[in-house]
């Protein structure tokens, strides 16, 4: 694949603005409204999302992605996987050997991390607390190791017109680690209310 995977002049320019993981949230955030899929499910790639300007967690992790590599980056993301909820996806950064990520998300807290994180799960569980359905309960599960979306060049996972389940199967089928321990894991743990209402701060209703 060519240096401009497929891209146009003027998507590569956009991208090119975004510099920074900051400056990736702040558009994700300001310039991209989150997508509650009303027409039903979307893979929107990113060519996609800078066009439509609408976006969940997967397709924004991917437009994430798509703007790190214009950095020199490797397009890495990760799933998170939820109990009785929806999975979350993660854009992932290093620096100075540290973990960061960027997201789109509905929630407020599952947004952006500075890279402080020493390893992956140190990053993850970084969520633990701020991951929870509407009914209040904690939801997080485990989480997949980081994937290099340039497995996914064969498909054109940056331009395509069509939508990229392909991605998402792989995401869902491939080996997921536990967060909590065993003694743990069946049990319905609940947020506090005050974090509940925080992370819900500027979410779109259905």
């Known amino acids: 694949m060519n240096a401009d995977f497929g891209m146009t002049r003027q998507e590569i320019a956009l991208l090119r603005t975004l510099k920074t993981p900051e400056k990736i949230q702040r558009f ?5 409204l989150y997508n509650k ?60 050997g540290h973990w960061g990520a960027v997201a789109k998300s509905n929630y407020s807290g599952l947004r952006f991390r500075d890279p402080v994180f020493r390893t992956i799960r140190e990053l993850v569980l970084s969520y633990y607390e701020l991951y929870y359905n509407l009914d209040g309960e904690k939801s997080l599960s485990a ?6 979306l340039a497995r996914f060049d ?14 998402c199967d792989y995401l869902c089928a491939i080996p997921h680690t536990p967060v909590r ?23 779109v209703q259905s």
Not at 154 to 167: G, S, V
Request: hydrophobic letters at 40%.
């Open 28 to 32: 994700l955030d300001e310039e991209v």
């Open 37 to 96: 899929e009303p027409g039903g499910p979307t893979c929107r790639s990113p060519r996609r999302v800078l066009r439509d300007r609408v976006a969940h967690c997967m397709e924004g992790a991917m437009v994430a992605a798509a703007a790190f590599r214009m950095q020199g980056r490797w397009p890495l993301i990760l799933d998170m996987e939820a109990v009785r909820d929806d999975d979350h996806l993660l854009a992932l950064f290093r620096h100075e």
């Open 143 to 148: 989480y997949s190791r980081p994937v290099n």
């Open 154 to 167: 064969p498909i054109r996972w940056m331009t395509a017109e069509e939508e990229l389940w392909e991605i």
């Open 181 to 203: 321990p065993p003694g743990l894991r069946k049990k319905r743990l609940q947020v506090d209310r005050r974090l509940y209402d925080a992370g819900l701060l500027g979410s």
